[in-house]
């Protein structure tokens, strides 16, 4: 699940991070991965279910994969 509320973004259900920098932040899903680009991005908050980034989103996007 995703959910944008202005400056603030929250990832629920995922399964790993993979990529991490104040440009691009990219999760593991179940069945794809979750990229999100923007400006000033930074972790917030997170546990084994949640993450909170804040930051300025430009574009966010997903890329399937298949076993």
Same mark, same amino acid.
């Given at each position: 699940?995703?959910?944008?509320d202005?400056h603030k973004?929250?990832?629920?259900?995922?399964?790993?991070?993979?990529?991490?920098?104040?440009?691009?932040?990219?999760?593991?899903? $179940?069945?794809?991965? *979750? %990229?999100?680009?923007?400006?000033?991005l +930074?972790?917030?908050? !997170?546990?084994? $279910?949640?993450?909170? *980034? %804040?930051?300025?989103?430009?574009?966010? +996007?997903?890329?399937? !994969?298949?076993v």
């Open positions: 699940m995703l959910l944008i202005h973004i929250y990832v629920k259900d995922y399964l790993e991070i993979l990529i991490m920098n104040q440009q691009f932040f990219k999760i593991k899903m $179940n069945g794809y991965c *979750l %990229n999100v680009r923007g400006e000033a +930074e972790i917030y908050y !997170y546990d084994h $279910n949640e993450i909170r *980034l %804040n930051g300025h989103v430009k574009v966010i +996007e997903y890329d399937e !994969y298949r």
